[in-house]
């Protein structure tokens, strides 16, 4: 009986970290907008310090391997991202942040791939919310334009693991 037990057990064991080595893992980095403009639009541009940062992530990013990248349909959003975008030959693609499916769908159409979308101070602690199932993170202060949040999923959302990085 007791080997019969010990054999089951070490399957069992076997099966689950083959199931887990197995799953992909898709990586989310979230960023939101560049400074911008304060001249009172709904639809501003970026400052300098705002292009700044934009080309900043260009050299941020040069080693890693991003498969897509996705922007609001704002002009801070999208000039954000542009020069990345650029330099990784990579067509920035258009997302509605306020519809979670959207991020559900982007998980889905890049399983195991490290994405990077680009949104508000209060659509990105969002996104992370939701891609994390835990409410942990709060809208980002209106004055500050430095958070990415790099959130790794698993293929079934069973885990996810949360990294906030200031740049």
Known sequence: MMKFTFATLLLLFATILATAQNEKL????????AEKVTDGTKDP???EAGMARAENLVSLFKNTTIEAIYSTAFVRTRKTVEPLGKSKSLIVKEY????????????QAHEGKTILVCGHSNTIPKIANHLSKKGNYKDFDDADYGNILIVTVSAKRKSASVTWLHY
């Open 26 to 33: 898709t990586t989310f980095i979230l960023l939101r907008h």
């Open 96 to 107: 509605e942040a306020n519809k979670l499916e959207a991020i559900d769908k982007m998980l």
């Open 45 to 47: 541009d970026l400052n």
